[in-house]
């Protein structure tokens, strides 16, 4: 932090000052700590007088000047002249902005001219009460006879010190030495500990080193499942060794005519070793598409392991062609990370080229990282990436809403030829006749109806009838292809007067355009606007005026252009078809054949769970042996299906020592309410609130309170 001239200056001053009121405080208790060392030298003595003579320095150090600029701040700040913007001062001039920079040239010159105090007052009362207080300790101390006190200190005894002889009732465990040597590949150093509890990896050795007063005449280790390892004696030592293969309990027991004074429960806590943790770091999504003209894709990984990372290796996996033609290809790549053995980092560049991939190819990655255990290494393998190179846009599509079918490109493809057969009409109409010229008009908007109809068929329309001729042409003149086939429909027979439709004496009955279901509707509406420029080109070339047909031509063909690109129609899927109703069974009360609407929801049975038999028996002072016996042995063939099976076992194990005990019996019941079971319908219990929502919860409790 940077300071201001003048702010310096006052500290300093202040500082001065406090050295000064320190050592006025000082004197009197320097004289204190003479006069006792004079009287007294042990070394008890010299722990108190030390004790006494750091409590100045501890002080000083608290309350010196300077230690806290912010008060500083605010001690500048009560004058007015400093205007609140003391903080200035104590902040470089680089790091202000313009405004802040002239405040603070202000400040200072202020300062210059009344310099400010910071310098603490002398503390008169304080200093007179120390040195009558001290006054009298050196005058009593002086004039007292000398005196010495012991402090008791503990004592590290080499041996067991040997037991009264009425006290020599039981065996007593003197010493305990637990020597722990884990796997090789976990990279761990041996140990040793006097506790008989641990917590170690998995598989290690165990050696355990005994000493008993007076020895007994056999003991083992007798472990929660059943299991027993008898201790060999070797002089004074009790010792035996065992592999850790999974957490237990144990305790130490004796045979002889004493028993053993400790007889509790030790518990080792195997650690598994965890498979590695892969991150992916790039590429970020699952699935990637490449780029024009992407060469390379760059891969990152990030592998950690508890104990040591392994070998590490790259699956390749390169699938071409489509539908039914695909071909999958698969290769591996070792990997080297950089890094430590616990926490690497693999970063590979594939090249794409060399791979083989192409237009409408997936290339498909995946990091398979193993780990040290022996003799089984343990692999974990990372998500599958994607890189695709995606088809050119005609063949996607999006927005499926059933099964998909390919269109055929050829129903797309004749309104350019129309637009070319047009502009040739009016390149050749110098050339020809009026009648010649109307005639091969007419023909084209024949060709475009037709085309017309055609389209049509995808929005659901039917035929239009036989194409009726231009005015002025023959009745019999007509031209045949339009798509629908009529010749064998009957005459429409003649309707009354007032009673005719319009629709059926002159035109064709249309299905709806909104009820076709061959396509999305994007597209469907793209194909209506289309149609409606074939109409407006066709009346144009059917009036003999190919050049106002051809602007609707074009834009009908804009709009083909533009259907082309969704090369897939949709059918709709088929809906549910419900049966009819029978009305002659309407409000009649005949159930036959309904089936029953009961939710079946059943009672959760307890099962082979003697958990709840346990927790009830529990809740009186006594009994419960017959449950205790039967959880204990449902416990041991379902170790896996409890959390932490152990504490169990423990608290079992102390009630049966002490089956009067009501704290034990509390905490057994406590350790079985997970287990207990909970009925189907049971809402689930609300997780508890942590610091901040217990804190919000009671805000609310007291705001509704009166």
């Given at each position: 932090m940077s300071l201001a001239a003048p702010v310096r200056e006052a500290l300093a001053a202040a500082r001065r000052r406090h050295a000064l009121v320190v050592a006025a405080f000082a004197l009197p208790v320097a004289a204190f700590v003479a006069v006792s060392l004079a009287k007294d030298a042990s070394l008890p003595h010299l722990l108190v007088l030390a004790m006494i003579a750091s409590v100045v320095p501890m002080l000083a150090w608290l309350k010196r000047p300077g230690r806290d600029m912010r008060a500083l701040a605010r001690r500048l700040d009560a004058r007015a002249d400093l205007e609140d913007s003391a903080d200035l001062l104590f902040t470089d001039a680089s790091a202000l902005g313009p405004l802040q920079r002239l405040q603070q040239q202000r400040l200072v010159e202020r300062l210059a001219v009344r310099p400010a105090d910071l310098r603490t007052p002398w503390p008169r009362g304080w200093l007179l009460l120390v040195w009558a207080v001290f006054a009298v300790l050196v005058a009593a101390t002086a004039w007292m006879p000398p005196y010495s006190f012991t402090v008791p200190l503990p004592q590290r005894a080499t041996s067991p010190a040997p037991m009264p002889a009425a006290q020599a009732t039981d065996i007593v465990l003197a010493s305990a030495r637990l020597g722990i040597e884990p796997p090789a590949y976990t990279g761990l150093d041996a140990s040793t500990q006097s506790e008989l509890s641990a917590r170690l990896p998995q598989d290690a050795r165990l050696d355990w080193t005994l000493r008993f007063t007076p020895n007994p005449e056999a003991a083992e280790l007798v472990f929660h499942d059943g299991q027993r390892l008898p201790l060999t004696r070797e002089g004074e030592d009790w010792t035996a060794a065992r592999t850790l293969s999974k957490s237990t309990l144990y305790r130490i027991e004796t045979v002889g005519p004493l028993p053993l004074r400790d007889d509790d429960l030790h518990r080792l806590d195997a650690i598994a070793d965890q498979p590695p943790q892969l991150r992916a770091v790039a590429p970020e999504r699952s699935l990637t598409l490449a780029t024009p003209g992407q060469r390379q894709w760059a891969l990152d990984f990030e592998a950690s392991d508890d104990h040591g990372l392994g070998a590490a290796r790259l699956e390749i996996t390169l699938a071409q062609g489509s539908g039914e033609q695909v071909t999958v290809t698969e290769r591996t790549l070792a990997l080297r990370g950089e890094g430590d053995a616990r926490l690497r980092r693999y970063a590979h560049v594939l090249d794409l080229a060399s791979l083989g991939l192409g237009e409408g190819d997936d290339l498909i990655?995946?990091?398979?990282?193993?780990?040290?255990?022996?003799?089984?290494?343990?692999?974990?393998?990372?998500?599958?990436?994607?890189?695709?190179?995606?088809?050119?846009?005609?063949?996607?599509?999006?927005?499926?809403?059933?099964?998909?079918?390919?269109?055929?490109?050829?129903?797309?493809?004749?309104?350019?030829?129309?637009?070319?057969?047009?502009?040739?009409?009016?390149?050749?109409?110098?050339?020809?006749?009026?009648?010649?010229?109307?005639?091969?008009?007419?023909?084209?908007?024949?060709?475009?109806?037709?085309?017309?109809?055609?389209?049509?068929?995808?929005?659901?329309?039917?035929?239009?009838?036989?194409?009726?001729?231009?005015?002025?042409?023959?009745?019999?003149?007509?031209?045949?292809?339009?798509?629908?086939?009529?010749?064998?429909?009957?005459?429409?027979?003649?309707?009354?007067?007032?009673?005719?439709?319009?629709?059926?004496?002159?035109?064709?009955?249309?299905?709806?355009?909104?009820?076709?279901?061959?396509?999305?509707?994007?597209?469907?509406?793209?194909?209506?606007?289309?149609?409606?420029?074939?109409?407006?080109?066709?009346?144009?070339?059917?009036?003999?005026?190919?050049?106002?047909?051809?602007?609707?031509?074009?834009?009908?063909l804009g709009f083909i252009k533009q259907v082309q690109q969704a090369s897939r129609i949709y059918l709709a899927r088929t809906g549910l078809e419900l049966p009819p109703i029978d009305e002659a069974r309407r409000m009649t009360g005949d159930r036959k054949g309904i089936a029953s609407r009961g939710t079946g929801l059943v009672p959760l049975a307890a099962g082979e769970n003697p958990a709840l038999p346990l927790w009830r028996a529990l809740a009186t002072p006594a009994g419960g042996d017959a449950e205790l016996d039967a959880f204990a042995d449902w416990l041991r063939a379902n170790e896996a299906r409890v959390d932490d099976p152990l504490s169990l076992v423990a608290a079992i194990d102390a009630l049966r020592r002490d089956p009067a005990c009501g704290d034990c019996r509390a905490a057994l019941r406590a350790r079985l309410w997970p287990l207990l079971p909970r009925d189907a319908a049971m809402t689930p219990a609300r997780p508890r609130p942590g610091g901040r929502g217990q804190a919000y919860l009671d805000a609310l409790r007291t705001e509704a309170s009166p």
């Open positions: 990655v995946r990091l398979v990282v193993a780990d040290n255990r022996a003799p089984t290494p343990q692999q974990s393998r990372s998500a599958r990436f994607i890189l695709r190179w995606p088809l050119p846009p005609s063949a996607e599509s999006s927005g499926m809403e059933g099964l998909v079918k390919k269109a055929l490109p050829a129903y797309f493809r004749s309104q350019r030829q129309i637009i070319i057969d047009a502009e040739a009409l009016l390149v050749d109409r110098p050339r020809l006749s009026a009648d010649e010229f109307m005639l091969r008009s007419n023909n084209l908007g024949v060709d475009q109806r037709l085309l017309r109809l055609r389209y049509g068929q995808f929005l659901g329309e039917e035929s239009e009838g036989e194409p009726e001729p231009p005015p002025g042409y023959e009745d019999g003149e007509h031209h045949d292809g339009d798509g629908h086939d009529h010749d064998a429909e009957p005459p429409a027979a003649p309707t009354p007067p007032g009673g005719e439709s319009v629709l059926e004496l002159y035109g064709h009955t249309h299905d709806e355009a909104e009820a076709a279901t061959l396509l999305d509707p994007e597209t469907r509406a793209l194909l209506k606007q289309a149609l409606d420029a074939m109409w407006l080109s066709e009346g144009g070339l059917r009036q003999g005026d190919p050049a106002a047909a051809l602007p609707h031509a074009y834009r009908a």
